[in-house]
C-alpha cells in the first residue's frame, strides 16, 4: 500500500508561481525505484498529463501546455517529487495530482496507479 499525499496549492494570481509537493509513503514501497508522475484535472474535463520524472530525475518530460513554464523534481531522501509552477495562467485552474508508474509510457493515466488525493490550484486572471 502506497499513501502519496499532495501538497502546495492554492489561489494564485496569473503570471504567480506555486510549489506542489508529493510525499510518498508505505512500508513495502520503494521511492527511488519509481517513475513518478503529475496529471490534472480541470471541472468537467479528463485528467491529464502533466510532467514526468525517472527514478533519479536523470529524464523528464512535460505537457506541451506546460512546457517552459513548470518543473518537476524529485528528493528520493525525502520521498517526494515537486511541481514548480511558474507563469501562471487562469488555464492552469484544476486540482494537481501525484501518482507512481507502474508501465512504461508514462503519458497515459492507465500507466499510473497509487494516487494521492489531489491539492487544488487556482489562477485568477
Known amino acids: 500500500q502506497v499513501q502519496l499525499v499532495e501538497s502546495g496549492g492554492g489561489l494564485v494570481q496569473a503570471g504567480g508561481s506555486l510549489r506542489l509537493s508529493c510525499e510518498a509513503s508505505g512500508r513495502t514501497f520503494t521511492f527511488s525505484s519509481h517513475v513518478m508522475g503529475w496529471f490534472r484535472q480541470a471541472p468537467g474535463k479528463e485528467r491529464e498529463f502533466v510532467a514526468y520524472i525517472n527514478w533519479n530525475g536523470g529524464r523528464t518530460d512535460y505537457a506541451d501546455s506546460v512546457k517552459g513554464r513548470f518543473t518537476i523534481s524529485r528528493d528520493n531522501a525525502k520521498n517526494t517529487v515537486y511541481l514548480q509552477l511558474n507563469s501562471l495562467k487562469p488555464e492552469d485552474t484544476a486540482v494537481y495530482y501525484c501518482?507512481?508508474?507502474?508501465?512504461?509510457?508514462?503519458?497515459?493515466?492507465?500507466?499510473?496507479?497509487?494516487w494521492g488525493q489531489g491539492t487544488q490550484v487556482t489562477v485568477s486572471s
Open positions: 501518482a507512481v508508474a507502474y508501465s512504461g509510457g508514462y503519458y497515459s493515466r492507465s500507466d499510473y496507479g497509487d
